[in-house]
């Protein structure tokens, strides 16, 4: 992946303002971000200070009132440029698993025959291959969020954004998930834009964390995580870089 972060940004927002009804200030003003090929960057800031905003701006659910966002590769219409995670999976209970999956290819030119091809690679990638026919509810919280993930890396995106999308499952569980995204994006070669609270986990999984703060949010710390991978959870230089991120909080 290395190789490919001095390559030009896969999306960039700039000049991003946004508002809230009624609030005394924006959420985001002027703000600028760009994101890279390959590239793993988590977003950290505290409770309400425009992480998820940020995301959806960028994820093209919300319009900035001023500045825009480009995402650079080519349109096509086998295929969508970025797709979103949620926290909670967002699988519709009277799909099974493959037939959610399949949502969101519904809508792209896509043969039949590429569609279950896909559907077979993300379910592979997911480790999710026997649980193919099962409902949402026969299926435990982080294979939901699996679910989630497989999904959106079906429609081939060059940007996957995750927003917070372990904070509904247990530790044990949200470690698991941590190094399924890894081995995923390895894989995969996409880059990721990750929304969290979780510093070290931020610190664990990003090539980079930018840390937002004030109101409109603005980056405290724009923080290269150079340590390689994989990395040991509760390591000394993993543990400093995460007291880095904090103390820009």
Known sequence: ?????????????????????????????????????????????????????????????????????????????????????????RLMPWRTLRANIGYGLEGLKVSAAERDRRIAEVLRLTGLEAMAERYPHQLSGGQVQRGGIARALAVNPDILLMDEPFSAVDALTRESLQDEVLRIWAESGKAVLFVTHDIAEAAFLADRVIVLSGRPAGIALDLSIDLPRPRARGSEALGAYAGRIGAAL
């Not at 001095?6 to 703000?31: H, K, M, R, W």
């Not at 309400?48 to 009132?65: D, F, I």
């Open 1 to 89: 992946m290395a190789s490919e972060l001095t390559a030009t940004p896969v999306i960039e927002a700039e000049g991003i303002t946004l508002s809230y009804p009624d609030a005394p200030q924006p959420v985001l003003q002027d703000f600028n971000l760009a994101v890279k090929p390959g590239e793993f960057v988590a977003i950290v800031g505290g409770s309400g200070v425009g992480k998820s905003t940020l995301l959806r701006v960028v994820g093209g659910l919300v319009a900035p009132e001023r500045g825009r966002v480009t995402v650079t590769t080519p349109e096509a219409k086998d295929r969508r440029r970025r797709s979103i995670v949620f926290q909670d999976g």
